[in-house]
């Protein structure tokens, strides 16, 4: 089977990509980069997907008067490139629930927590307003409700006594995000995981519940 075709969506600085394109340089996400996509022309990813020597594009959603037609451009640059899996990687649009069907079943988004806690934004700041012992990341397939496909894997780390917002989110992207997106992309990439009616599937098991990892 030829090395499946893999693009991913950003809007900052890239830190997730930067381990995405280093794994797969690596061999551990057996998959091509075909290309970065980014809505913000000043994102710093794109500086690192070039060094990386990976396409890029940019589809500024400023330039568009409605979501359908800066999601519809958005489709359109993805699915010119052909991928067979789409990361999410610190992109910051809400995408309509027509693009989500576009590339349903292969797209991945990585989220800072342990979900299904603290959908949406300022994660970090929610778990430490609820003083919680833990925290994380979760990767999961994107589906049309925000943050709400099936959950893949997470990964967890202790919420310290002197964390704040700063020093905890650093340790989730440190410890947990850049670990464990590469982790899952991997077995998508080598076909051990699959999307099957609204569930992962990871060596032919349905995963009724997401797998768990402690990454202290
Ligand atoms: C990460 O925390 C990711 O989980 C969130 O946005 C951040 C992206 O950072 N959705 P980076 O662009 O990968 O550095």
């Not at 894997?153 to 995000?177: C, F, N, P, W, Y």
């Amino acid at each position: 089977m030829s090395q499946p075709r893999l693009a991913v969506l950003i809007s900052g600085t890239g830190r997730n990509l930067q381990a995405i394109l280093d794994g797969c340089a690596a061999g551990d996400i057996d998959a091509q980069p075909v290309l970065v996509l980014s809505n913000r022309p000043e994102a710093g990813g794109l500086e690192r997907a070039r060094q990386a020597g990976v396409p890029t594009a940019v589809i500024d959603h400023r330039g568009f008067a409605a979501r359908e037609a800066f999601d519809q451009a958005l489709g359109d640059a993805l699915e010119a490139a052909r991928p067979d899996l789409i990361a999410l990687a610190g992109f910051m649009r809400i995408l309509s629930a027509d693009f989500v069907r576009r590339f349903s079943g292969r797209m991945f988004n990585i989220h800072p927590s342990l979900l299904p806690k603290y959908r949406g934004l300022n994660t970090h700041r929610r778990a430490l307003d609820n003083a919680d012992a833990w925290h994380g990341a979760s990767v999961h397939y994107v589906t049309e409700e925000l943050d709400a496909g099936a959950v893949v894997k997470q990964g967890r780390i202790r919420i310290h006594a002197d964390d704040d917002e700063s020093t905890l989110a650093d340790r989730v992207m440190q410890q947990v995000e850049l670990k464990l997106y590469p982790e899952v992309l991997g077995w998508a990439a080598s076909g051990r995981l699959r999307y099957h009616d609204g569930a992962a599937e990871l060596d032919g098991q349905r995963l009724a519940a997401p797998l768990q990892g402690d990454y202290e």
